[in-house]
């Protein structure tokens, strides 16, 4: 029974171990994702306060206005923060993909070391059950093996004092002859 609790122990710290160093690379790779979403939204706050600078730009007329350079610089960056914008998202959607493809493997090995452990829980009843019947077996068989010694004790016994018997009836009919 000892056995079987530390074989089933054994077997779990294997695949956990085994597991850990896949979970490392997944972890790596999350991380990696999320440093790229970091970098793009560094970016982004850049090209916006280059945005917000280039709105204040009036290089037309004296500086009074905005000329059509300043104007189209404007919208330039503009185009670049929606571009950076949906690189964050496409990067964030990853992101999220990375997350849920690991809670799903984590589902699918909490759902894997569920059956297992049903199923050693399973062959350790029947052990036990076995185990059970086999004690009451040797009970039965030890009470059978009392009652043969009482039997045999008995019938030695018996034949002790039929041998006894049987010796005085041989004495009386064939007294001792003294000569």
Do not use: C, W
């Not at 280039?54 to 185009?79: A, C, P, V, W, Y």
């Not at 964030?92 to 297992?116: F, G, H, P, V």
Request: aromatic content about 8%; overall charge positive.
């Amino acid at each position: 029974m000892q056995n079987i609790k530390y074989y089933l122990i054994a077997t779990l710290f294997i695949l956990i171990t085994a597991n850990h160093t896949k979970a490392n690379i997944d972890s790596l790779t999350f991380e990696q994702q999320r440093a790229t979403v970091n970098s793009l939204l560094d970016d982004r706050a850049n090209r916006f306060g280059q945005y917000i600078s280039s709105l204040e730009e009036r290089t037309g007329f004296f500086g009074l206005i905005k000329s059509k350079n300043d104007m189209q610089k404007s919208i330039n960056i503009l185009q670049d923060i929606v571009q950076t914008d949906n690189k964050i998202f496409i990067e964030t959607r990853k992101l999220l993909q990375i997350k849920d493809n690991e809670a799903e493997k984590y589902q699918r090995l909490a759902s894997k070391y569920d059956e297992q452990v049903t199923a050693y829980m399973k062959t350790i009843s029947k052990l036990q059950a076995t185990n059970e019947k086999l004690r009451l077996e040797i009970e039965v068989l030890e009470d059978g093996d009392n009652n043969n010694k009482n039997i045999s004790f008995v019938l030695g016994f018996l034949l002790l004092v039929l041998g006894i018997i049987l010796f005085r009836l041989y004495r009386r009919k064939n007294p001792k002859k003294l000569t």
